[in-house]
Protein backbone atom coordinates (compact mmCIF):
# COMPACT_ATOMS: atom_id res chain seq x y z
CA UNK A 1 0.00 0.00 0.00
CA UNK A 2 3.24 2.35 0.79
CA UNK A 3 4.63 1.59 -2.09
CA UNK A 4 1.46 2.32 -4.10
CA UNK A 5 1.02 5.28 -2.43
CA UNK A 6 5.11 6.81 -3.57
CA UNK A 7 6.37 6.62 -0.40
CA UNK A 8 10.10 5.59 -0.26
CA UNK A 9 10.40 2.71 2.41
CA UNK A 10 14.11 0.79 1.45
CA UNK A 11 14.53 -2.13 2.81
CA UNK A 12 12.73 -2.13 5.57
CA UNK A 13 9.04 -3.52 6.00
CA UNK A 14 6.69 -1.02 7.62
CA UNK A 15 4.51 -2.12 10.73
CA UNK A 16 1.80 -0.26 12.11
CA UNK A 17 2.70 1.09 15.67
CA UNK A 18 0.60 0.02 17.83
CA UNK A 19 -2.13 1.96 19.26
CA UNK A 20 -2.19 4.15 15.92
CA UNK A 21 -4.28 2.13 13.40
CA UNK A 22 -7.61 3.53 12.86
CA UNK A 23 -7.53 6.23 15.19
CA UNK A 24 -7.68 9.87 13.85
CA UNK A 25 -4.81 12.25 14.19
CA UNK A 26 -5.50 14.83 16.59
CA UNK A 27 -4.79 18.57 16.50
CA UNK A 28 -3.20 20.21 17.61
CA UNK A 29 -1.01 17.46 18.28
CA UNK A 30 2.50 18.21 17.65
CA UNK A 31 4.66 18.89 20.26
CA UNK A 32 1.36 20.95 22.24
CA UNK A 33 -2.26 19.42 22.59
CA UNK A 34 -5.68 21.47 23.30
CA UNK A 35 -4.85 20.48 26.67
CA UNK A 36 -0.79 21.69 26.83
CA UNK A 37 -1.68 24.94 25.61
CA UNK A 38 -4.92 25.47 28.08
CA UNK A 39 -2.97 24.12 30.71
CA UNK A 40 0.39 26.70 30.01
CA UNK A 41 -3.02 29.89 29.49
CA UNK A 42 -4.39 28.92 32.72
CA UNK A 43 -1.54 28.31 34.80
CA UNK A 44 0.13 31.79 33.55
CA UNK A 45 -3.19 33.50 34.68
CA UNK A 46 -2.97 32.22 38.00
CA UNK A 47 0.59 33.25 38.18
CA UNK A 48 1.69 29.97 39.30
CA UNK A 49 5.34 28.99 38.81
CA UNK A 50 7.72 27.89 36.62
CA UNK A 51 5.57 28.91 34.21
CA UNK A 52 5.29 32.32 34.77
CA UNK A 53 8.93 32.66 34.78
CA UNK A 54 8.99 30.45 31.53
CA UNK A 55 6.38 33.00 30.11
CA UNK A 56 8.40 35.88 30.37
CA UNK A 57 11.42 34.30 28.92
CA UNK A 58 9.06 34.11 26.01
CA UNK A 59 7.75 37.53 25.85
CA UNK A 60 12.01 38.95 26.48
CA UNK A 61 12.62 37.52 22.91
CA UNK A 62 12.11 39.65 20.34
CA UNK A 63 10.74 36.99 18.01
CA UNK A 64 7.62 36.95 20.25
CA UNK A 65 6.68 40.07 19.45
CA UNK A 66 3.61 41.02 16.92
CA UNK A 67 5.80 43.96 15.12
CA UNK A 68 7.87 40.70 13.68
CA UNK A 69 7.71 41.32 9.66
CA UNK A 70 8.71 38.19 7.80
CA UNK A 71 11.05 38.05 4.70
CA UNK A 72 10.46 35.53 2.47
CA UNK A 73 12.88 33.56 -0.05
CA UNK A 74 11.97 31.61 -3.11
CA UNK A 75 14.88 29.45 -2.69
CA UNK A 76 16.74 28.65 0.45
CA UNK A 77 20.38 27.74 0.49
CA UNK A 78 22.22 25.89 3.42
CA UNK A 79 26.19 24.51 3.33
CA UNK A 80 26.66 26.42 -0.22
CA UNK A 81 24.71 28.78 -3.04
CA UNK A 82 24.31 32.34 -3.53
CA UNK A 83 22.98 34.05 -0.58
CA UNK A 84 23.69 31.17 1.98
CA UNK A 85 20.23 32.77 3.27
CA UNK A 86 18.99 30.01 5.72
CA UNK A 87 19.11 32.11 8.90
CA UNK A 88 16.23 34.14 7.41
CA UNK A 89 14.15 31.31 7.46
CA UNK A 90 15.04 29.73 10.90
CA UNK A 91 14.48 33.52 11.93
CA UNK A 92 10.94 33.94 10.60
CA UNK A 93 10.06 30.37 12.19
CA UNK A 94 10.45 30.91 15.27
CA UNK A 95 9.30 34.51 15.70
CA UNK A 96 5.71 32.55 13.90
CA UNK A 97 6.43 29.55 16.62
CA UNK A 98 6.87 32.06 19.36
CA UNK A 99 4.08 34.55 18.18
CA UNK A 100 1.01 31.92 18.03
CA UNK A 101 2.45 30.23 21.75
CA UNK A 102 2.45 33.09 23.41
CA UNK A 103 -1.06 34.26 21.55
CA UNK A 104 -2.29 30.93 22.77
CA UNK A 105 -1.24 31.84 26.54
CA UNK A 106 -2.39 35.33 26.52
CA UNK A 107 -5.10 35.14 23.86
CA UNK A 108 -3.84 38.32 21.83
CA UNK A 109 -5.14 38.42 18.81
CA UNK A 110 -2.04 40.64 17.60
CA UNK A 111 0.56 37.43 17.85
CA UNK A 112 -1.83 35.20 16.18
CA UNK A 113 -2.18 37.49 12.80
CA UNK A 114 1.57 37.58 13.58
CA UNK A 115 2.23 34.06 13.24
CA UNK A 116 -0.67 33.63 9.97
CA UNK A 117 0.88 36.33 8.28
CA UNK A 118 4.89 34.94 8.89
CA UNK A 119 3.95 31.33 7.61
CA UNK A 120 1.30 32.94 5.25
CA UNK A 121 4.56 34.87 3.28
CA UNK A 122 6.92 31.52 3.14
CA UNK A 123 4.03 29.26 2.00
CA UNK A 124 3.76 31.73 -0.91
CA UNK A 125 7.07 31.96 -1.69
CA UNK A 126 9.19 29.15 -0.78
CA UNK A 127 10.00 26.95 -3.36
CA UNK A 128 13.18 24.72 -3.09
CA UNK A 129 15.47 24.41 -0.85
CA UNK A 130 19.32 23.93 -2.07
CA UNK A 131 22.91 23.97 -1.06
CA UNK A 132 25.63 21.05 0.06
CA UNK A 133 24.16 17.91 2.16
CA UNK A 134 22.85 20.80 4.55
CA UNK A 135 20.35 21.10 2.75
CA UNK A 136 19.04 17.51 4.20
CA UNK A 137 19.72 19.16 7.64
CA UNK A 138 17.49 22.54 6.52
CA UNK A 139 14.97 19.88 5.50
CA UNK A 140 14.55 18.73 8.45
CA UNK A 141 15.25 21.10 11.36
CA UNK A 142 13.03 23.52 9.69
CA UNK A 143 10.05 21.41 8.02
CA UNK A 144 9.16 19.61 11.71
CA UNK A 145 9.37 23.50 12.78
CA UNK A 146 7.30 25.06 10.48
CA UNK A 147 4.67 22.28 10.95
CA UNK A 148 4.71 22.89 14.53
CA UNK A 149 4.20 26.91 14.47
CA UNK A 150 1.47 26.18 11.66
CA UNK A 151 -0.39 23.28 13.99
CA UNK A 152 -0.89 26.36 16.45
CA UNK A 153 -2.66 28.45 13.70
CA UNK A 154 -4.73 25.78 11.72
CA UNK A 155 -8.03 27.27 12.03
CA UNK A 156 -7.10 30.72 12.16
CA UNK A 157 -9.69 32.25 9.69
CA UNK A 158 -6.51 34.37 7.89
CA UNK A 159 -4.42 30.82 7.95
CA UNK A 160 -4.10 29.50 4.51
CA UNK A 161 -3.78 25.81 5.47
CA UNK A 162 -4.11 24.75 2.37
CA UNK A 163 -0.81 26.04 1.14
CA UNK A 164 0.93 25.52 4.05
CA UNK A 165 0.31 21.41 3.46
CA UNK A 166 1.90 21.85 0.02
CA UNK A 167 4.81 24.14 1.44
CA UNK A 168 5.51 20.45 4.15
CA UNK A 169 4.80 18.20 1.66
CA UNK A 170 7.09 19.38 -1.79
CA UNK A 171 9.72 21.16 -0.28
CA UNK A 172 10.49 19.62 3.33
CA UNK A 173 9.19 16.36 3.34
CA UNK A 174 10.95 15.20 -0.19
CA UNK A 175 14.47 15.88 1.15
CA UNK A 176 13.77 14.46 4.71
CA UNK A 177 11.96 11.10 3.09
CA UNK A 178 14.86 10.59 0.90
CA UNK A 179 17.35 10.88 3.14
CA UNK A 180 16.09 8.17 5.46
CA UNK A 181 15.88 6.20 1.79
CA UNK A 182 19.51 7.11 0.33
CA UNK A 183 21.08 9.00 2.51
CA UNK A 184 23.11 11.48 0.03
CA UNK A 185 24.23 8.56 -1.56
CA UNK A 186 26.60 7.96 1.42
CA UNK A 187 27.18 4.51 3.09
CA UNK A 188 24.57 3.66 5.99
CA UNK A 189 27.09 4.94 8.75
CA UNK A 190 28.48 8.19 7.55
CA UNK A 191 25.88 10.36 8.93
CA UNK A 192 26.02 10.97 12.85
CA UNK A 193 22.31 9.98 14.62
CA UNK A 194 21.40 13.84 14.39
CA UNK A 195 20.86 13.53 10.42
CA UNK A 196 18.49 10.94 10.71
CA UNK A 197 17.17 12.53 13.78
CA UNK A 198 16.12 16.20 11.93
CA UNK A 199 14.16 13.68 8.96
CA UNK A 200 12.29 11.64 11.48
CA UNK A 201 10.83 14.88 12.67
CA UNK A 202 10.41 16.08 9.38
CA UNK A 203 8.63 13.17 7.97
CA UNK A 204 6.70 12.57 11.23
CA UNK A 205 5.46 16.22 11.65
CA UNK A 206 4.83 15.85 8.28
CA UNK A 207 2.69 13.15 8.41
CA UNK A 208 0.56 14.19 11.38
CA UNK A 209 0.07 18.28 10.12
CA UNK A 210 -0.76 16.68 6.83
CA UNK A 211 -3.26 13.77 8.20
CA UNK A 212 -0.96 11.32 6.14
CA UNK A 213 -1.16 8.25 8.34
CA UNK A 214 1.32 6.49 5.86
CA UNK A 215 3.54 8.79 6.89
CA UNK A 216 3.59 8.90 10.28
CA UNK A 217 4.10 5.05 10.48
CA UNK A 218 6.87 5.96 8.16
CA UNK A 219 8.36 8.18 10.60
CA UNK A 220 7.46 5.41 13.68
CA UNK A 221 9.25 2.59 11.51
CA UNK A 222 12.85 4.03 10.80
CA UNK A 223 12.80 5.18 14.88
CA UNK A 224 12.43 2.22 15.97
CA UNK A 225 14.34 -0.57 12.91
CA UNK A 226 16.16 2.05 10.67
CA UNK A 227 19.02 1.14 9.03
CA UNK A 228 21.17 4.46 9.69
CA UNK A 229 22.54 5.65 13.09
CA UNK A 230 19.63 7.58 14.55
CA UNK A 231 17.37 4.90 15.21
CA UNK A 232 17.14 4.30 18.35
CA UNK A 233 19.17 1.25 18.89
CA UNK A 234 21.97 2.61 16.89
CA UNK A 235 21.66 5.80 18.75
CA UNK A 236 22.18 4.30 21.71
CA UNK A 237 24.13 0.87 20.72
CA UNK A 238 24.61 -0.25 24.40
CA UNK A 239 22.51 -0.56 27.71
CA UNK A 240 24.84 -0.67 30.34
CA UNK A 241 24.50 -2.77 33.99
CA UNK A 242 23.70 0.60 35.83
CA UNK A 243 20.71 1.42 33.54
CA UNK A 244 22.44 3.93 31.62
CA UNK A 245 22.26 3.61 27.61
CA UNK A 246 25.24 4.93 25.80
CA UNK A 247 24.97 7.43 23.57
CA UNK A 248 26.98 7.11 20.49
CA UNK A 249 27.87 11.14 19.78
CA UNK A 250 29.16 11.24 23.45
CA UNK A 251 32.20 10.04 21.16
CA UNK A 252 32.14 12.85 18.97
CA UNK A 253 31.52 16.01 21.18
CA UNK A 254 28.85 17.53 23.76
CA UNK A 255 26.99 19.95 21.71
CA UNK A 256 25.96 17.06 18.94
CA UNK A 257 24.97 14.27 21.69
CA UNK A 258 22.88 17.33 23.33
CA UNK A 259 21.32 18.06 19.84
CA UNK A 260 20.40 14.41 19.49
CA UNK A 261 18.80 13.96 22.65
CA UNK A 262 16.53 16.96 21.94
CA UNK A 263 15.84 15.83 18.43
CA UNK A 264 14.65 12.40 19.57
CA UNK A 265 12.78 14.06 22.65
CA UNK A 266 10.98 16.24 19.90
CA UNK A 267 10.63 12.81 17.90
CA UNK A 268 8.82 10.41 20.59
CA UNK A 269 7.14 13.79 22.19
CA UNK A 270 5.00 14.37 18.98
CA UNK A 271 4.69 10.88 18.78
CA UNK A 272 3.33 10.78 21.99
CA UNK A 273 0.49 12.90 21.44
CA UNK A 274 -1.12 10.87 18.77
CA UNK A 275 -1.03 8.04 21.03
CA UNK A 276 2.15 5.99 19.94
CA UNK A 277 4.57 5.37 22.62
CA UNK A 278 8.85 5.50 21.15
CA UNK A 279 9.06 7.39 24.77
CA UNK A 280 8.04 3.59 26.35
CA UNK A 281 9.52 1.50 23.22
CA UNK A 282 12.42 -0.97 24.14
CA UNK A 283 12.17 -1.13 28.04
CA UNK A 284 12.52 2.71 28.08
CA UNK A 285 15.62 2.95 25.85
CA UNK A 286 15.63 6.69 25.19
CA UNK A 287 14.91 7.34 28.91
CA UNK A 288 18.54 5.21 29.63
CA UNK A 289 20.28 6.96 26.59
CA UNK A 290 18.98 10.49 27.89
CA UNK A 291 20.11 10.08 31.57
CA UNK A 292 23.30 8.87 30.13
CA UNK A 293 23.64 12.38 28.38
CA UNK A 294 22.39 14.21 31.49
CA UNK A 295 24.94 12.51 33.97
CA UNK A 296 27.99 13.15 31.77
CA UNK A 297 26.78 16.74 30.75
CA UNK A 298 26.65 17.83 34.25
CA UNK A 299 30.50 16.17 35.09
CA UNK A 300 29.54 12.61 35.89
CA UNK A 301 31.66 9.61 34.70
CA UNK A 302 30.14 7.46 32.21
CA UNK A 303 31.21 4.30 30.14
CA UNK A 304 31.94 4.48 26.49
CA UNK A 305 32.29 1.28 24.40
CA UNK A 306 34.93 1.96 21.33
CA UNK A 307 33.19 2.01 17.76
CA UNK A 308 34.53 2.27 14.35
CA UNK A 309 31.82 3.73 11.62
CA UNK A 310 32.25 3.35 8.19
CA UNK A 311 32.30 6.60 5.63
CA UNK A 312 32.40 7.88 2.63
CA UNK A 313 30.26 7.21 -0.48
CA UNK A 314 28.59 4.08 -2.38
CA UNK A 315 30.73 3.32 -5.04
CA UNK A 316 33.32 5.93 -4.48
CA UNK A 317 35.74 7.07 -1.56
CA UNK A 318 35.99 4.93 1.36
CA UNK A 319 36.79 5.18 5.01
CA UNK A 320 36.23 4.75 8.89
CA UNK A 321 36.44 6.36 12.13
CA UNK A 322 36.74 5.78 15.23
CA UNK A 323 35.57 6.73 18.59
CA UNK A 324 36.87 5.45 21.73
CA UNK A 325 35.59 6.89 24.70
CA UNK A 326 33.33 10.19 25.58
CA UNK A 327 34.55 13.63 24.49
CA UNK A 328 35.51 16.41 27.09
CA UNK A 329 32.37 18.50 28.56
CA UNK A 330 31.69 21.96 29.38
CA UNK A 331 28.84 21.63 32.26
CA UNK A 332 27.78 25.17 31.12
CA UNK A 333 27.04 24.12 27.90
CA UNK A 334 22.94 23.60 27.97
CA UNK A 335 20.28 23.23 24.95
CA UNK A 336 16.46 23.56 25.61
CA UNK A 337 16.16 20.03 25.82
CA UNK A 338 15.47 18.99 29.19
CA UNK A 339 11.98 19.75 30.78
CA UNK A 340 10.28 18.16 27.41
CA UNK A 341 12.19 14.89 28.61
CA UNK A 342 12.07 14.90 32.42
CA UNK A 343 8.47 15.98 32.82
CA UNK A 344 7.48 13.06 30.60
CA UNK A 345 9.40 10.46 32.68
CA UNK A 346 8.85 11.90 35.95
CA UNK A 347 5.82 13.85 36.22
CA UNK A 348 3.40 11.17 33.20
CA UNK A 349 5.17 8.01 33.99
CA UNK A 350 6.34 8.23 37.31
CA UNK A 351 9.90 7.42 36.90
CA UNK A 352 12.78 8.78 39.12
CA UNK A 353 15.16 10.37 36.97
CA UNK A 354 17.69 12.50 38.97
CA UNK A 355 20.16 13.32 35.97
CA UNK A 356 17.41 14.50 34.21
CA UNK A 357 16.02 16.73 36.78
CA UNK A 358 19.09 18.05 37.55
CA UNK A 359 19.40 19.08 33.71
CA UNK A 360 15.91 20.40 33.55
CA UNK A 361 16.62 22.57 37.00
CA UNK A 362 20.21 23.91 35.56
CA UNK A 363 18.54 24.91 32.30
CA UNK A 364 15.49 26.46 33.12
CA UNK A 365 13.47 28.36 32.80
CA UNK A 366 14.18 27.81 29.21
CA UNK A 367 14.35 30.26 26.27
CA UNK A 368 13.88 29.62 22.74
CA UNK A 369 15.39 30.57 18.97
CA UNK A 370 17.45 33.71 20.03
CA UNK A 371 18.03 33.39 23.40
CA UNK A 372 20.85 30.47 22.69
CA UNK A 373 23.14 33.16 20.62
CA UNK A 374 22.48 34.27 16.79
CA UNK A 375 23.83 30.94 14.94
CA UNK A 376 21.86 28.35 13.52
CA UNK A 377 22.51 25.61 16.80
CA UNK A 378 20.86 28.06 18.39
CA UNK A 379 17.54 27.35 16.85
CA UNK A 380 17.65 23.64 16.07
CA UNK A 381 15.03 23.19 19.63
CA UNK A 382 11.93 25.44 19.47
CA UNK A 383 12.49 25.63 23.59
CA UNK A 384 10.31 27.33 26.18
CA UNK A 385 10.15 23.57 27.81
CA UNK A 386 9.86 25.38 31.43
CA UNK A 387 5.97 26.76 30.06
CA UNK A 388 5.26 24.33 28.04
CA UNK A 389 6.21 21.21 29.49
CA UNK A 390 6.08 21.91 33.59
CA UNK A 391 3.47 19.40 34.82
CA UNK A 392 1.89 17.70 38.01
CA UNK A 393 2.15 14.19 38.15
CA UNK A 394 -0.36 12.08 36.09
CA UNK A 395 -3.38 10.41 37.94
CA UNK A 396 -2.50 6.87 37.97
CA UNK A 397 1.22 6.82 37.04
CA UNK A 398 3.49 4.24 38.43
CA UNK A 399 5.73 4.75 41.52
CA UNK A 400 8.66 3.49 40.71
CA UNK A 401 11.14 2.56 43.29
CA UNK A 402 14.99 3.30 42.81
CA UNK A 403 17.32 1.57 40.91
CA UNK A 404 20.55 0.07 42.37
CA UNK A 405 22.60 2.75 41.88
CA UNK A 406 20.53 4.77 43.85
CA UNK A 407 19.98 7.11 40.74
CA UNK A 408 16.56 5.45 39.25
CA UNK A 409 18.76 5.49 36.06
CA UNK A 410 18.24 1.50 35.64
CA UNK A 411 15.36 -0.95 36.17
CA UNK A 412 13.21 0.56 34.26
CA UNK A 413 10.60 -2.15 32.73
CA UNK A 414 8.11 0.29 31.03
CA UNK A 415 6.32 -1.95 28.32
CA UNK A 416 3.60 0.08 26.42
CA UNK A 417 3.03 3.02 29.06
CA UNK A 418 0.13 4.69 29.00
CA UNK A 419 -0.72 6.47 26.16
CA UNK A 420 -1.77 10.45 26.09
CA UNK A 421 -5.10 11.58 27.63
CA UNK A 422 -6.88 12.63 24.05
CA UNK A 423 31.19 14.20 4.75
CA UNK A 424 32.45 17.54 6.75
CA UNK A 425 28.79 18.47 6.06
CA UNK A 426 27.80 17.81 9.74
CA UNK A 427 25.45 19.81 11.71
CA UNK A 428 26.57 23.03 13.88
CA UNK A 429 28.02 21.98 16.78
CA UNK A 430 27.02 24.55 18.95
CA UNK A 431 27.03 24.25 22.72
CA UNK A 432 24.67 27.04 23.38
CA UNK A 433 22.81 24.74 24.33
CA UNK A 434 12.69 18.93 40.99
CA UNK A 435 15.64 18.70 42.36
CA UNK A 436 13.68 20.87 44.50
CA UNK A 437 10.59 21.05 43.14
CA UNK A 438 11.39 22.43 39.82
CA UNK A 439 13.08 25.42 42.26
CA UNK A 440 15.25 26.30 38.88
CA UNK A 441 12.10 28.35 37.23
CA UNK A 442 14.04 31.60 38.78
CA UNK A 443 17.09 30.77 36.59
CA UNK A 444 19.14 29.62 39.92
CA UNK A 445 18.49 25.73 40.85
CA UNK A 446 19.41 24.25 44.19
CA UNK A 447 21.56 21.16 43.84
CA UNK A 448 22.86 18.51 45.67
CA UNK A 449 24.19 20.00 48.83
CA UNK A 450 23.21 23.51 48.50
CA UNK A 451 25.12 23.98 45.39
CA UNK A 452 24.05 26.94 43.24
CA UNK A 453 24.41 25.83 39.64
CA UNK A 454 23.59 29.51 37.46
CA UNK A 455 21.89 28.90 34.35
CA UNK A 456 24.43 30.27 31.82
CA UNK A 457 23.53 31.41 27.85
CA UNK A 458 24.48 29.34 25.09
CA UNK A 459 27.57 29.39 23.12
CA UNK A 460 27.37 30.70 18.89
CA UNK A 461 29.17 27.80 16.90
Known sequence: MLKAAGIGIGATALATPAGAAGAPLVHPGLLHTRADLDRMAAKVKAGARPYTAGFSKLTANRHAQSGWRANPQAVVYRGSGAPENYATLYNDIHAAYQNALRYHVSGEEAHADTAVAILNAWSGKLTKLEGSADRFLAAGLYGYQFANAAELVRGHGDFD????????????????????????????????PNWDLTAIACVLATGIFCDDRGIVERAVEYFKHGDGMGSVRHAIPVVHEDGLGEWVEAGRDQGHALLGVGLMGTVCEMAWNQGIDLYGYDDSRFFKGAQYVAKW??????????????KGAIGGWSGSETASGVEGVDPGMTRPIWAMIANHYTKRRGLPASYL???AAKAAPEGGGGDYGPNSGGFDQLGFGTLAFSRERRAGAPSVGPSRDGEGSGGVRAQASAGPAAAGDDLAATGSGDVVGWAAAAGVSAVAGGLLMLRRRGRAE
Do not use: C, M, Q
Open 161 to 192: LGRARELILNVFHPLSDDFLTRHNGAVITNYW
Open 297 to 310: SLGGDVPYTANTRK
Open 357 to 359: TRA
